[in-house]
């Protein structure tokens, strides 16, 4: 990147900021013109000057050009100007002022304007360009960075260079224009009032940036430590389990505090300076009125100025203070942005990036390749140096299924990462179909062959994005939208073209359909699910749809087709092997498998809502109808002894045991202010409670499920008044509330709950032995005869996977990225560690399906990097890797005999 600030903007903005400079070339002599006006008001009109008589009259608007010496001197009017007598004529010179004001006004409206939106797009420019490169960064360089401090640089660091891009080149000129226009115009009436002020401006411009170096330094300073900050709390958050399980948070407290402590006297230091120097500022600012009116009034006096040429010195000069300081601020941000650039700039210039020919995007489709892998005398190095791979050759021909075998960083996962570009050869060749590997372009690479590590990234999107991630390759399909939407998309798709960045519209349809071996998005569903099928997925993704909510808005009909079912599992579940399994929502019962709050409202929290269990409690009309119901002191009581029990239980419990788990609505994190609550709150002395324990209390006791956390605190009496208070609630509940909200109706399509609640109306009873597995394969049964299972698949598939996809289990996030390379059905299918989190059986399950379905896509070639040596069966060859090199070559028989030799011996 170009590493001065000055020299980027003008690459970028040169023909914007030529016209913006000469659009203020043409407003100075306009302020020229309201600066000299008020000295013709006072002098004329108000004085009388010219108006000695009751008759006289003046010219007002007398336009002339007054012609050079060469021309031939004299001048040419340009109008005559009309006859006032004195009170018309200070009308007309008082609405010319106001006329003057007003084009100064709109000057300074379109310039500011104009160089807003002119930092602005230099800033998501300068922004854009930045991630392109985080984007072309060899792969090296992510092991060296931290992805808090670049994203931090990306959003926060660059933000101060929006604001100055727009003024880089306009704010000095349009400044020094005004500060000169007012400059000549004050020696122009006083030379001697001209050179006070020049003196005290130069006293400005002199001393204060001087004395503003050191807060450039104590700047960088602060940057630079909000940056080790931010990255030091990243690591605290991925950390957290190492800094649970060695208590070691108070280290971490303490290296935080640390950090911040030096962040806070770099800004204590950095204050003081700061308004120093605004004191000195503003003493020499008002300085100077001192000396105009101790000065310039001893001339008006002595009659050497008139009245009118001193106040309009004095207006003139009220202007003049505010320009020179906005130059020397804008002199000190220069330095400071500069700084900020060159830190940004340093950060991202990294060497060997990928070139942008490479990731160039190719909406045509990508022919097959014809040919495998060949690697030629190939040596990988780490960081350190260290050779991963050492001399080493191997070819994969097209349709053959290798096997890779070796211990942990044997070679074997080095050279899967260098087939597909994840580690740059230190010498060597790489072939991949006929061609060099590092001439491929991405389009090539990213579509004809695909990678699936020991770690699967998914981002923080649905399962259907995350399965469609590998065929986002182009915006082949413009979704249509009303005409508004048609002209704002033109406009933005102009001020991207503006500000340098991608054309390729983000909310198209980016899924390479004819990748995945489908027409349109009805085929690719099936597609899903056969992929989803192969890798042992589907009922994973079933029984995440049968949990997910659902918006029937989306689909008019879709509200009632799960009451079909609805009303078909009633009947099912009425049958006697099913009656002791599901527990229906009636309003006349405690719903025992539902939560205190569950039944007290009888519905559940709408899913744009902030309803909680403590929201609740803090909600002054639900205390009330505690109250008037007598349900509050049994709840508070109830509150009490959860939280005396779980502090009984728990207390000594590390942070990530699995009892916290099952207890769910009890966070580790709480237990020290519940032990502090139940010190101030003793048992029996609920009558004092504060506020903020009775909250802590009811919540509680609202999250609390019998039969689930079993403590045997509600009784038969108390599960009456629940039900008694249900009326109350139905009829006196606050608009809020009632938005929050959505009630169980046996009739009605509830909004708030999972399908399962919805299909079943009602709860699984907890606790009966494989009583959930049972009612889940009578839902499915009761789905496909109604065919409404694809319903449920395609609620799964929307369920989202969490920030790198944490929401899935280790198994699940690398099915997924296992679906996502074969629906691509790429001509290479590289596999590194793949199943690692999988049983030998399953994964020797999956691996047959997967080269059946290889076997029928045609000649797809597989390198699998096995964690089970006793997989090598399933494939043509194996490749075997010890301390970098290849120590056996040969059909899974020979491998098979060889291992049986070294166990013989």
Same mark, same amino acid.
């Given at each position: 990147?170009?590493?001065?600030?000055?020299?980027?903007?003008?690459?970028?903005?040169?023909?914007?900021?030529?016209?913006?400079?000469?659009?203020?070339?043409?407003?100075?002599?306009?302020?020229?013109?309201?600066?000299?006006?008020?000295?013709?008001?006072?002098?004329?009109?108000?004085?009388?000057?010219?108006?000695?008589?009751?008759?006289?009259?003046?010219?007002?608007?007398?336009?002339?050009?007054?012609?050079?010496?060469?021309?031939?001197?004299?001048?040419?009017?340009?109008?005559?100007?009309?006859?006032?007598?004195?009170?018309?004529?200070?009308?007309?010179?008082?609405?010319?002022?106001?006329?003057?004001?007003?084009?100064?006004?709109?000057?300074?409206?379109?310039?500011?304007?104009?160089?807003?939106?002119?930092?602005?797009?230099?800033?998501?420019?300068?922004?854009?360009?930045?991630?392109?490169?985080?984007?072309?960064?060899?792969?090296?360089?992510?092991?060296?960075?931290?992805?808090?401090?670049?994203?931090?640089?990306?959003?926060?660091?660059?933000?101060?260079?929006?604001?100055?891009?727009?003024?880089?080149?306009? +704010?000095?000129?349009?400044?020094?224009? +005004?500060?000169?226009?007012?400059?000549?115009?004050?020696?122009?009436?006083?030379?001697?009032?001209?050179?006070?002020?020049?003196?005290?401006?130069?006293?400005?411009?002199?001393?204060?940036?001087?004395?503003?170096?050191?807060?450039?330094?104590?700047?960088?300073?602060?940057?630079?430590?909000?940056?080790?900050?931010?990255?030091?709390?990243?690591?605290?958050?991925?950390?957290?389990?190492?800094?649970?399980?060695?208590?070691?948070?108070?280290?971490?407290?303490?290296?935080?505090?640390?950090?911040?402590?030096?962040?806070?006297?770099?800004?204590?230091?950095?204050?003081?300076? !700061?308004?120093?120097?605004?004191?000195?500022?503003?003493?020499?600012?008002?300085?100077?009125?001192?000396?105009?009116?101790?000065?310039?009034?001893?001339?008006?006096?002595?009659? =050497?100025?008139?009245?009118?040429?001193?106040?309009?010195?004095?207006?003139?000069?009220?202007?003049?203070?505010?320009?020179? !300081?906005?130059?020397?601020?804008?002199?000190?941000?220069?330095?400071?942005?500069?700084?900020?650039?060159?830190?940004?700039?340093?950060?991202?210039?990294?060497?060997?990036?990928?070139?942008?020919?490479? +990731?160039?995007?190719?909406?045509?489709?990508?022919?097959?390749?014809?040919?495998?892998?060949?690697?030629?005398?190939?040596?990988?190095?780490?960081?350190?140096?260290?050779?991963?791979?050492?001399?080493?050759?191997?070819?994969?021909?097209?349709?053959?299924?290798?096997?890779?075998?070796?211990?942990?960083?044997?070679? @074997?996962?080095?050279?899967?990462?260098?087939?597909?570009?994840?580690?740059?050869?230190?010498?060597?060749?790489?072939?991949?179909?006929?061609?060099?590997?590092?001439?491929?372009?991405?389009?090539? =690479?990213?579509?004809?062959?695909?990678?699936?590590?020991?770690?699967?990234?998914?981002?923080?999107?649905?399962?259907?994005?995350?399965?469609?991630?590998?065929?986002?390759?182009?915006?082949?399909?413009?979704?249509?939208?009303?005409?508004?939407?048609?002209?704002?998309?033109?406009?933005?798709?102009?001020?991207?073209?503006?500000?340098?960045?991608?054309?390729?519209?983000?909310?198209?349809?980016?899924?390479?359909?004819?990748?995945?071996?489908?027409?349109?998005? @009805?085929?690719?569903?099936?597609?899903?699910?056969?992929?989803?099928?192969?890798?042992?997925?589907?009922?994973?993704?079933?029984?995440?749809?049968?949990?997910?909510?659902?918006?029937?808005?989306?689909?008019?009909?879709?509200?009632?087709?799960?009451?079909?079912?609805?009303?078909?599992?009633?009947?099912?579940?009425?049958?006697?092997?099913?009656?002791?399994?599901?527990?229906?929502?009636?309003?006349?019962?405690?719903?025992?498998?539902?939560?205190?709050?569950?039944?007290?409202?009888?519905?559940?929290?709408?899913?744009?809502?902030?309803?909680?269990?403590?929201?609740?409690?803090?909600?002054?009309?639900?205390?009330?109808?505690?109250?008037?119901?007598?349900?509050?002191?049994?709840?508070?009581?109830?509150?009490?002894?959860?939280?005396?029990?779980?502090?009984?239980?728990?207390?000594?419990?590390?942070?990530?045991?699995?009892?916290?788990?099952?207890?769910?609505?009890?966070?580790?994190?709480?237990?020290? @202010?519940?032990?502090?609550?139940?010190?101030?709150?003793?048992?029996?002395?609920?009558?004092?409670?504060?506020?903020?324990?009775?909250?802590?209390?009811?919540?509680?006791?609202?999250?609390?499920?019998?039969?689930?956390?079993?403590?045997?605190?509600?009784?038969?009496? =108390?599960?009456?008044?629940?039900?008694?208070?249900?009326?109350?609630?139905?009829?006196?509940?606050?608009?809020?509330?009632?938005?929050?909200?959505?009630?169980?109706?046996?009739?009605?399509?509830?909004? @708030?709950?999972?399908?399962?609640?919805?299909?079943?109306?009602?709860?699984?009873?907890?606790?009966?032995?494989?009583?959930?597995?049972?009612?889940?394969?009578?839902?499915?049964?009761?789905?496909?005869?109604?065919?409404?299972?694809?319903?449920?698949?395609?609620?799964?598939?929307?369920?989202?996977?969490?920030?790198?996809?944490?929401?899935?289990?280790?198994?699940?996030? +690398?099915?997924?990225?296992?679906?996502?390379?074969?629906?691509?059905?790429?001509?290479?299918?590289?596999?590194?560690?793949?199943?690692?989190?999988?049983?030998?059986?399953?994964?020797?399950?999956?691996?047959?399906?997967?080269?059946?379905?290889?076997?029928?896509?045609?000649?797809?070639?597989?390198?699998?990097?096995?964690?089970?040596?006793?997989?090598?069966?399933?494939?043509?060859?194996?490749?075997?890797?010890?301390?970098?090199?290849?120590?056996?070559?040969?059909?899974?028989?020979?491998?098979?005999?060889?291992?049986?030799?070294?166990?013989?011996?």
């Amino acid at each position: 990147m170009e590493p001065r600030l000055f020299r980027y903007i003008w690459q970028h903005t040169r023909r914007d900021q030529i016209w913006i400079l000469a659009v203020i070339l043409v407003s100075l002599p306009f302020y020229f013109m309201s600066l000299d006006l008020p000295k013709l008001i006072v002098n004329g009109p108000i004085q009388g000057r010219g108006f000695e008589t009751a008759t006289s009259t003046a010219r007002f608007l007398d336009l002339k050009l007054s012609l050079p010496e060469f021309a031939g001197g004299g001048s040419i009017t340009l109008f005559s100007g009309l006859e006032l007598e004195r009170l018309p004529y200070l009308v007309g010179l008082s609405l010319l002022f106001l006329a003057l004001v007003c084009v100064n006004g709109a000057f300074k409206l379109y310039i500011n304007t104009f160089k807003g939106r002119l930092g602005e797009r230099m800033l998501r420019r300068l922004r854009f360009d930045l991630v392109d490169r985080v984007l072309r960064f060899p792969m090296h360089q992510f092991r060296r960075i931290k992805s808090a401090e670049v994203a931090t640089m990306v959003k926060d660091e660059v933000e101060p260079l929006g604001g100055f891009i727009g003024d880089a080149y306009v +704010q000095p000129v349009f400044l020094l224009g +005004q500060a000169l226009t007012t400059m000549v115009f004050i020696m122009v009436q006083s030379v001697w009032l001209g050179l006070i002020a020049i003196g005290i401006v130069l006293v400005q411009t002199f001393f204060i940036p001087k004395l503003r170096k050191r807060l450039l330094e104590l700047g960088r300073r602060q940057q630079l430590t909000a940056r080790d900050l931010a990255g030091r709390v990243a690591e605290t958050v991925d950390g957290i389990a190492e800094i649970r399980v060695n208590d070691t948070s108070n280290y971490e407290r303490a290296d935080i505090s640390g950090r911040l402590g030096k962040i806070f006297f770099i800004r204590y230091e950095l204050y003081q300076r !700061k308004f120093f120097i605004k004191f000195l500022n503003n003493f020499l600012a008002q300085l100077t009125p001192f000396l105009f009116f101790l000065i310039g009034g001893y001339y008006a006096i002595t009659g =050497t100025l008139d009245i009118g040429q001193l106040v309009a010195v004095i207006a003139a000069y009220k202007d003049l203070p505010g320009p020179i !300081k906005e130059l020397i601020d804008w002199d000190q941000q220069r330095q400071d942005v500069q700084i900020k650039y060159s830190q940004v700039v340093e950060q991202f210039a990294t060497e060997n990036l990928i070139s942008p020919a490479l +990731q160039q995007p190719s909406k045509g489709p990508v022919t097959h390749l014809q040919d495998g892998v060949e690697v030629s005398s190939l040596t990988l190095v780490d960081e350190t140096g260290a050779k991963l791979v050492e001399s080493t050759d191997l070819k994969v021909a097209k349709g053959e299924r290798v096997a890779a075998l070796g211990e942990v960083n044997a070679g @074997a996962e080095s050279v899967a990462e260098a087939i597909v570009r994840l580690i740059a050869p230190a010498s060597g060749r790489i072939r991949v179909g006929g061609r060099p590997l590092e001439e491929l372009p991405e389009s090539v =690479t990213g579509r004809r062959i695909a990678y699936v590590g020991a770690e699967t990234y998914l981002k923080n999107i649905s399962l259907r994005e995350c399965l469609l991630y590998g065929l986002a390759r182009y915006p082949f399909v413009d979704r249509p939208g009303a005409a508004s939407e048609i002209k704002s998309k033109a406009f933005a798709r102009l001020e991207a073209r503006a500000s340098g960045n991608s054309l390729l519209e983000i909310n198209a349809d980016w899924t390479d359909y004819e990748a995945a071996g489908c027409k349109n998005a @009805a085929e690719l569903d099936g597609r899903i699910l056969e992929v989803l099928k192969l890798v042992d997925l589907d009922e994973d993704v079933f029984e995440l749809g049968l949990r997910s909510r659902i918006d029937p808005s989306s689909e008019t009909d879709i509200a009632e087709r799960v009451l079909q079912v609805r009303r078909a599992m009633i009947r099912k579940m009425s049958q006697s092997e099913f009656t002791q399994l599901v527990e229906p929502f009636d309003p006349s019962c405690y719903a025992k498998q539902a939560t205190v709050a569950e039944n007290i409202i009888f519905g559940a929290a709408n899913v744009n809502s902030t309803l909680t269990a403590d929201s609740l409690a803090q909600n002054a009309w639900m205390r009330a109808l505690l109250w008037d119901t007598g349900l509050h002191q049994r709840l508070c009581d109830m509150g009490r002894q959860i939280a005396s029990t779980v502090i009984e239980l728990f207390s000594t419990l590390p942070p990530d045991h699995p009892f916290f788990d099952q207890m769910s609505f009890v966070k580790a994190d709480n237990l020290p @202010a519940y032990q502090a609550m139940l010190s101030r709150v003793p048992s029996g002395a609920l009558d004092t409670i504060s506020p903020a324990d009775e909250v802590m209390v009811l919540g509680l006791a609202f999250a609390y499920v019998e039969p689930r956390y079993r403590l045997g605190l509600l009784d038969e009496e =108390t599960r009456s008044l629940i039900v008694a208070a249900r009326e109350k609630v139905r009829t006196g509940l606050p608009e809020e509330l009632k938005k929050a909200i959505a009630f169980y109706d046996v009739d009605s399509y509830n909004t @708030a709950s999972s399908l399962e609640d919805n299909m079943l109306f009602g709860r699984i009873v907890h606790g009966v032995a494989d009583g959930a597995r049972r009612v889940r394969q009578a839902i499915r049964d009761v789905l496909v005869e109604l065919n409404m299972r694809a319903v449920v698949f395609d609620a799964g598939l929307g369920f989202n996977a969490g920030p790198g996809g944490r929401r899935l289990s280790a198994a699940q996030r +690398q099915k997924i990225g296992l679906a996502r390379a074969l629906l691509k059905r790429p001509d290479i299918l590289i596999a590194n560690r793949a199943l690692s989190s999988l049983s030998g059986r399953a994964q020797g399950v999956l691996l047959e399906r997967i080269l059946r379905a290889a076997k029928d896509l045609g000649d797809m070639a597989l390198f699998v990097v096995l964690s089970d040596p006793h997989l090598v069966n399933h494939f043509d060859r194996v490749v075997e890797f010890r301390d970098g090199r290849v120590v056996f070559d040969g059909s899974p028989q020979d491998y098979n005999e060889k291992q049986s030799k070294l166990v013989a011996a």
